[in-house]
T-cell receptor, first 113, second 113 residues
Framework: EPEVTQTPSHQVTQMGQEVILRCVPI?????FYWYRQILGQKVEFLVS????????KSEIFDDQFSVERPDGSNFTLKIRSTKLEDSAMYFC???????????FGPGTRLTVT | QKEVEQNSGPLSVPEGAIASLNCTYS??????FFWYRQYSGKSPELIMS????GDKEDGRFTAQLNKASQYVSLLIRDSQPSDSATYLC?????????????FGTGTRLLVSP
């Protein structure tokens, strides 16, 4: 069964450093999302992406964040200058259409020290 | 008022019993409703989706939706210890182009052997 994959599974970085989190969507899916979950808290929407552009972003998704689909397969989330409060699980989710179910990848645990 | 509300639990049921999980949402424009299961340290796993009022059954799971009462529920029949997890209710509002899932905090279910 096709599934969403994410790399790395765990990333440790120092405050102020740039990180790139990668996602490979299910092959026929067209809509891509990033969510995050701070330990012990609920899953929060960050950004949605369709047709090579952002369709919606949350207040969390400020100028430090960016997304792109550099090669037609990977979907990446970049945090330019990480802060301690960026420590969280980051989940990529994809769906075939906006009326369809979103399937989540296994997540990347980001630890900012 | 929270957008999606769930009782955090834990909800404890014996093996073989029916577990009933509830969720209310505040946005009457919500159109799609989902139940995800999340094991500790793992990503959300889709269990059920429901789009219209009434019941939808899939194996041991039944989702119920009442848009007038802004209420979604999930019934798990013949509960197993492996069902012990946090169950996340999520809603998706599409009529104004919103494509994000809004999650509740989740209900922790414990099924005892």
């Amino acid at each position: 069964e096709p599934e969403v994959t994410q790399t790395p599974s765990h990333q440790v970085t120092q405050m102020g450093q740039e990180v790139i989190l990668r996602c490979v969507p299910i092959s026929n899916h067209l809509y891509f999302y990033w969510y995050r979950q701070i330990l012990g808290q609920k899953v929060e929407f960050l950004v949605s992406f369709y047709n090579n552009e952002i369709s919606e972003k949350s207040e969390i998704f400020d100028d430090q964040f960016s997304v792109e689909r550099p090669d037609g397969s990977n979907f990446t989330l970049k945090i330019r200058s990480t802060k301690l409060e960026d420590s969280a699980m980051y989940f990529c989710a994809t769906t075939q259409g906006i009326h369809n179910e979103q399937y989540f990848g296994p997540g990347t645990r980001l630890t900012v020290t | 008022q929270k957008e999606v509300e769930q009782n955090s639990g834990p909800l404890s049921v014996p093996e073989g019993a029916i577990a009933s999980l509830n969720c209310t949402y505040s946005d009457r424009g919500s159109q799609s409703f989902f139940w995800y299961r999340q094991y500790s340290g793992k990503s959300p796993e889709l269990i059920m989706s429901i789009y219209s009022n009434g019941d939808k059954e899939d194996g041991r799971f039944t989702a119920q939706l009442n848009k007038a009462s802004q209420y979604v529920s999930l019934l798990i029949r013949d509960s197993q210890p492996s069902d012990s997890a946090t169950y996340l209710c999520a809603v998706n509002r599409l009529n104004t182009g919103f494509q994000k899932l809004v999650f509740g905090t989740g209900t922790r279910l414990l099924v005892s052997p």
